[in-house]
């Protein structure tokens, strides 16, 4: 069973901490996402990493980085945690579809509240 | 930039309704069309998906989708909703021969019994 899973269901951090998200998949998919969900903003892509050590910034990369030294392992970065980083925080992973794209497949989520 | 709109934010419908979702996205080239589902405290799964050729697609649980591409749409429908499905939907739109893949806002649906 394709399974995506992500390392922390809740977290609460400070404001000014360094937070790491971990997110691993277990089907040897090329491509891996972070996205933030919001309530009306809907999923809004962070980071899209397509191989191992390489990454494309989604719509809202500022304050997050990103590592993918192993390709069943996406790592998200708050370099310095901020309140408005609070969120649902999804992982996901596809493989790469070539002429078409596959589905994507996702984490249970990690909610992050910096306080 | 690609772009998707779901118009419909909240939508409450008793059981038996038939139900319509609208999605709409913003690119000129070929894209590879998504519906996901989210139920309340579950993961986001797939509904169905668009790659190439009849433009009506079949989905799991009696969804249905149609890819217009004079109207950028792919609508979501189903002709009598259950209380079950109770949850959020994403539109999601990907370019073709790209994996990069951008979501809608999302549409809350709430069905009564």
Same mark, same amino acid.
């Given at each position: 069973d394709v399974k995506v899973t992500q390392s922390s269901r809740y977290l609460v951090k400070r404001t000014g901490e360094k937070v &790491?998200?971990?997110?691993?998949q277990d089907m040897d998919h090329e491509n891996m996402f972070w996205y933030r969900q919001d309530p009306g903003l809907g999923?809004?892509?962070i980071y899209f990493s397509y191989d191992v050590k390489m990454?494309?910034?989604?719509? %809202?990369?500022e304050g997050y980085s990103v590592s993918r030294e192993k390709k069943e392992r996406f790592s998200l970065i708050l370099e310095s945690a901020s309140t408005?980083?609070? #969120?649902?925080?999804?992982?996901? #992973?596809s493989l790469t579809g070539g002429l078409m794209n596959t589905e994507a497949f996702f984490g249970q989520g990690t909610r992050l509240t910096v306080v | 930039a690609q #772009?998707? #709109?779901q118009h419909n934010h909240h939508v409450i419908l008793s059981e038996a309704a038939s139900l319509e979702l609208g999605c709409n996205y913003s690119y000129g080239g070929t894209v590879n069309l998504f519906?996901?589902?989210?139920?309340?405290?579950?993961?986001?799964?797939l509904l169905l998906k668009y790659f190439s050729g009849d433009?009506?697609?079949k989905g799991i649980k009696g969804f249905e989708a149609e890819f217009i591409k004079s109207k950028f749409s792919f609508n979501l429908r189903k002709p009598s909703v259950q209380w079950s499905d109770t949850a959020e939907y994403f539109c999601a739109v990907s370019i073709y021969n790209t994996d990069?893949? %951008?979501?809608?806002?999302?549409?809350?649906?709430?069905? &009564?019994?």
């Open positions: &790491f998200l971990e997110c691993v999923l809004r892509l990454k494309e910034k989604g719509d %809202i990369p408005n980083q609070t #969120s649902m925080y999804l992982c996901a #992973s | #772009s998707v #709109s519906w996901y589902v989210q139920y309340p405290g579950q993961h986001l799964q433009p009506l697609v990069k893949l %951008i979501f809608g806002t999302g549409t809350r649906l709430q069905v &009564f019994p």
